[in-house]
């Protein structure tokens, strides 16, 4: 691989993690030299040190440390799988590889073959899949303040993005707004992004691939002033961490619309407070300003309580609405429990929908005309604040 | 919606579409007109009535042909359901709407409510399930020889591509070299994407993305002259399309690299020749062409049979290969019946797996190091001619 194939970003980037890395290890090894028992000290990620913090809306880790020992019988290969595979990212980044994580898996995987001084034989996988490896790169992250990302660790990605700004990315200007009729699929690095300039107002996330093709190809996004992006399903870290930065560094309100179901508000609620199993990385890749614009329930059944009117005549919800199965209600129970769901205007979703036992697909508003969802219904919505938080 | 965001490769498009409806159906209303029982004949869609074309190397559709009539107790619901579906997407291409199967689904999803002469009320859904409206838009493209892309139907795309040559798409210029670390997602109307310029003397198309994003990051593209691709998973039709353009415009020899099982075989399957329940779009969306690349199960055990060495030793296939499970049997076994897996080499490779019972995925070879795969696997078998056609 010629040198000039390598990215100076990158460069740089490794530098950083090499350097937190050497750090972070040296202490083991100063307790080795010194005839200790080697350990590493890391904050627990367990549930119930998983803490939602009220005020800046963020699922964190609590102060819970958790000491992992080489000299104890219960923590030994924990540690060697630790220290096994922090060598193995060591390496990587050393050698300018970009591995993913099912290459860690399979790099690190090996049997270890030893004998008792009594001379019986055992033999002990490193690990035995990609679930215990996994576990592992999470416990170097928190060991580390490092994210994988950070490691130069890639993923598979599927987010997209168009709209007005122009960014740099290894080396190159990207416009955002040239993309014809395709778009941008975003970097597994999102941190290496520089934004250089945007012309917009607001972000819309669209959580189907399908309705973002619909929307950027009436141009949505340079009509409404807007940075249209889908993340096709469940949001993966790098369409999390390009969406926080755009709020963030460039202080624009971010819109999330979805199917109007408990899978709909999961997705949601994964952008805006980060996933309860890797809370420790909320604190970089969640959007706590995050909106839910829709598709509400209110939209969909109006809220007498409040006067609203609904988007969808009578005969439009017999003809578009779903029955919801147990599973959606069984969720929409395990919802009501997160606390950044026990808002008024939540538990009147929730409670609606337990009421109708009914969902609804974006792909409906598409059905009453592309210029319904894209002329009316987004507009109105953002303009008369018509969201929930 | 400002006339200024209609794109005129896309007003063009509708004009050629509105024009094939028009005389398609033109017919009907004139069997009408003469008071005639309204028929439409169409090829049938049945497995009995797709042939794999030996010369040309694809699956077609055969000679015999469906008539639907009006007055025919067990035609009439298919009938009007098929005018129905003719009607909404008619409709759409002279609005300007772009729908998506999901919205044609929906908007023309309705009760028809009628009663007997001597009173009885029935009730008729136009259809129930997506599956049944889906089956419709397909009878529409085989009646008339329109894929639903050229229809302006829109889906969600999964596909991406980056590499040394420039198109034009929705007006704009797009550098496929100049996306950072990002890709280009390509659109889901390939047909109206133009080729400017290449540099290039292959296509490389990755299953999967993760390791797309890998041979990306190294730029694997620009070393080695390639159009790189991921088809992220099962290929999407844009993806099918633009790979084949790619092929039969440019000349580029396509290679097709996935993981060593029945799953990626079916996947290069795909490509190569088209799937089997939608044989009538394989005339324009398969490349017949396409070579597998690897990873063979040669590349894996070596053949004595032919004096090939594997490319991984006996300690690296202890630690990567992964047992094969019944359902890859299984499937092994149909392939087996495919006319275009009975060549000698493909039995062989059906042969190694049915006799090893073993299967591999590509980021093993990226554990023996990412320029194992980029320097030297990849680069030697196109050289020197080992892939299987």
């Keep these: ?66 000491k992992r020992s080489f000299f104890d019988l219960h923590e030994a290969k924990k540690f060697m799988q630790t220290l096994l595979m922090a060598r193995i990212i060591f390496e990587a980044l050393e050698r300018d590889e970009y591995p993913t994580i099912r290459d860690l898996y399979y790099r690190g995987k090996h049997t270890i073959v030893y004998r008792e001084p009594g001379g019986r034989r055992h033999e002990e996988n490193t690990w035995d899949e990609q679930r215990e490896s996994d576990a592992v790169i999470r416990d170097i992250e928190v060991l580390t303040g490092l994210l994988r990302e950070e490691m130069l660790i890639l993923s598979k990605e599927k987010g997209k993005v168009v709209g007005d700004m122009r ?73 999390r961490r390009f969406v926080r930065r755009l709020n963030e560094e460039l202080g624009l309100p971010v819109y999330i619309l979805t199917d109007a179901d408990p899978y709909g508000w999961y997705i949601y609620s994964v952008f805006k407070i980060g996933s309860i199993t890797l809370s420790y990385e909320s604190e970089r890749l969640a959007t706590p300003q995050a909106r839910f614009i829709g598709v509400s329930m209110t939209d969909i059944f109006g809220d007498p309580k409040s006067g609203k009117k609904p988007y969808l005549t009578e005969q439009e919800r017999r003809n578009y609405i779903i029955k919801a199965k147990d599973a959606d209600i069984k969720r929409a129970y395990e919802l009501m429990n997160y606390l950044w769901f026990q808002t008024p205007k939540w538990k009147r979703e929730i409670e609606i929908f337990l009421d109708k036992k009914a969902k609804l697909e974006i792909e409906a508003l598409t059905s009453k005309g592309l210029r319904f969802l894209a002329d009316k219904y987004l507009p109105e919505k953002i303009e008369t604040g018509d969201w929930i938080e």
């Design 1 to 66: 691989m010629a040198e000039s194939y390598i990215d100076q970003a990158d460069k740089e980037a490794r530098k950083r993690a090499l350097e937190v890395f050497r750090q972070r290890f040296r202490e083991v090894l100063e307790q080795i030299r010194r005839g200790e028992n080697p350990f590493l000290m890391l904050p627990k990620r367990t549930l119930s040190n998983t803490i939602y913090d009220e005020r800046r809306k963020l699922l964190l880790l609590g102060p819970e440390k958790l």
């Design 167 to 239: 960014i740099r990315s290894g080396g190159d200007v990207i416009d955002l707004s040239k993309m014809g009729h395709g778009a941008y699929a975003i970097e597994p690095t999102p941190d290496l992004i520089e934004f250089l300039d945007v012309n917009a107002e607001y972000v819309l996330v669209v959580e189907k691939d399908a309705v973002f093709q619909q929307l950027h190809r009436i141009k949505y996004w340079r009509q409404h002033k807007a940075i249209l992006i889908t993340s096709a399903g469940q949001p993966d870290r790098a369409t």
